[in-house]
């Protein structure tokens, strides 16, 4: 299972940027993807899931209505496009997803990428 993150970078307050998550070694289409995210200094938070067939989303309080979350499932990748990005946005967001095998579940995340709003 791997899990490939992309399009990280530094952006100024008020900017937008798009994240990528690439996902191979599993059954994508059946699976919820997540986006979490880890601050300087603090613990890694959720941001945001899609479910499998990306019909349901849900997103932490503080990015709802900034952020989007949606996959390809042709192309097995997961995005996050972020819109009037904050300061407090700055943290390495990681893409994660809870799969099964032999009917039992395990964990994969992704390596992050670093995501910096600054002035």
């Known amino acids: 299972v791997q899990l490939v993150e992309s399009g990280g970078d530094s952006v100024q307050p008020g900017g937008s940027l798009g994240l990528s998550c690439t996902a191979s070694?599993?059954?994508?289409?059946?699976?919820?993807m997540e986006w979490y995210r880890q601050g300087p200094g603090k613990e890694r938070e959720w941001v945001a899931t899609i479910s499998g067939a990306g019909l349901m989303t849900k997103y932490q309080d503080t990015v709802a209505g900034r952020f989007t979350i949606s996959r390809d499932l042709r192309k097995n990748t997961v995005y996050l496009q972020m819109t009037n990005l904050k300061p407090e946005d700055t943290a390495v967001y990681y893409c994660?997803?809870?799969?099964?095998?032999?009917?039992?579940?395990?964990?994969?995340w992704g390596q992050g990428t670093q995501v910096t709003v600054s002035s």
């Open positions: 070694g599993f059954d994508f289409s059946r699976s919820d």
């Open positions: 994660y997803v809870q799969y099964w095998r032999n009917g039992a579940p395990f964990d994969a």
